[in-house]
C-alpha cells in the first residue's frame, strides 16, 4: 500500500468512484422532475382551496347555509392534499438527495392523495347535484 491509499475509504454505495458525478445528476435531474411535479400538483389544489372558500362566501351572501358544510369539507380536504404534496415532494428529503425510484415515488403520491381526492370529488358531485 502506498501513503496515498491508507485511511481512505470509498463512500457507500460506490459513490465517490467514476460514476460518482454521474449519480449526482441523476440524482439533481430526479430533485427537478419531482419540484416540477409538486408545483404541478400545488397549483390546482390551490385552486380548490381559493375556490371552496369563494363559494363559501358566496353561500353564506345568498342565504345558502346547506351548502356551507359541503363547500368546508372541500377545503378541508384541499388543504390536505396541499400538506401530503408538500410533505411527499419535500425536496429535503433524504432519500431525494441519492436518487429515487420514481415508480415507487409516483405510487406513494397516488395512495397518500386518494382519500382526500375522493372528499374533494364526491362533494363535489353532492353540490352539482343540489345545484340542478
Do not use: C
Amino acid at each position: 500500500m502506498t501513503g496515498d491509499s491508507v485511511g481512505r475509504r470509498s463512500p457507500p454505495g460506490g459513490m465517490g468512484g467514476p460514476d460518482s458525478s454521474d449519480e449526482t445528476a441523476a440524482a439533481r435531474a430526479q430533485r427537478a422532475v419531482l419540484a416540477h411535479a409538486r408545483h404541478e400538483l400545488r397549483s390546482p389544489i390551490g385552486a380548490i382551496i381559493g375556490y371552496a372558500e369563494l363559494l363559501t362566501e358566496e353561500a353564506e351572501e345568498r342565504g345558502w347555509p346547506h351548502l356551507r358544510d359541503d363547500l368546508g369539507r372541500i377545503g378541508a380536504a384541499g388543504k390536505e392534499l396541499l400538506e401530503l404534496v408538500n410533505e411527499q415532494l419535500r425536496p429535503e428529503r433524504p432519500e431525494f438527495r441519492t436518487g429515487v425510484d420514481m415508480a415507487q415515488v409516483g405510487a406513494a403520491i397516488r395512495h397518500a392523495l386518494r382519500t382526500p381526492l375522493g372528499t374533494v370529488t364526491g362533494y363535489a358531485d353532492l353540490l352539482i347535484e343540489q345545484a340542478q
